[in-house]
């Protein structure tokens, strides 16, 4: 099983700023089968970067992923205030397919 | 539009069954791997299962192995879960998603005596 690993656990940006999230894998998730999805309050979860760096469709250029085999990078440039929300990574390279714990974004 | 709507959550006594649907619309059902994964209230995401195109091929969770059941009409372009030996800390959310890539709103279970 691919244990996945997500620092900072909070981060507290105002808007305007950027936001680096890290997520770290336990092995290497072959082929970049790693993803990003946000969450707000109440919300179902909502896809933004798929195959570690690729945007998902109505996503906005300021979200980028990038990384390979065990460590990877969300990057939020010039965070707006809809932003603000928790920020999970994903892999699916096989089963079980596991999710980070997840890293919070909020105001400052 | 693309659309996956869940019914069937509620409340269940302990060692109760119940049967989560998904109902999706606005892409080919039967081309596209489906998923469930639920949120303990105040909790992350958890992968709970996930079925092929075909039905053919099925993974579970270690948390809900033997337990719960994914299956798949394509006809009805539907995706359920049949859970049973139900445990407190089964309460979640559940959503269904279609690849990942889509996501249902969820529907609530609630396992308490």
């Known amino acids: 099983e691919i244990v996945l690993t997500q620092s900072p656990g909070t981060l507290s940006l105002s808007p305007g700023e950027s936001a680096t999230l890290s997520c770290r894998a336990s092995?290497?998730?072959?082929?970049?089968?790693l993803a990003w999805h946000q969450q707000k309050p109440g919300q179902a979860p909502r896809l933004l970067i798929y195959?570690?760096?690729r945007r998902a469709t109505g996503i906005p250029d300021r979200f980028s992923g990038s990384g390979s085999g065990t460590d990877f990078t969300l990057t939020i440039n010039r965070l707006e205030p809809e932003d603000f929300a928790v920020y999970y990574c994903?892999?699916?390279?096989?089963?079980?397919?596991?999710f980070g714990p997840g890293t919070k974004v909020d105001m400052k | 539009e693309v659309q996956l709507v869940e019914s069937g959550g509620g409340l269940v006594q302990p060692g109760g069954s119940l049967r989560l649907s998904c109902a999706a619309s606005g892409f080919t059902f039967s081309s596209y791997e489906m998923n469930w994964v639920r949120q303990a209230p105040g909790k992350g995401l958890e992968w709970v299962s996930h079925i092929s195109t075909s039905g053919s091929d099925r993974y579970y969770a270690d948390s809900v192995k033997g337990r719960f059941t994914i299956s798949r009409d394509d006809a009805k372009n539907s995706v359920y879960l049949q859970m049973n030996s139900l445990r407190a800390e089964d309460t979640a959310i559940y959503f269904c998603?279609?690849?990942?890539?889509?996501w249902g709103q969820g529907t609530l279970v609630t396992v308490s005596s």
């Open positions: 195959d570690a760096s």
């Open positions: 998603a279609r690849s990942f890539a889509v």
């Open positions: 994903q892999h699916y390279r096989y089963s079980p397919f596991t």
């Open positions: 092995q290497s998730v072959s082929s970049g089968y």
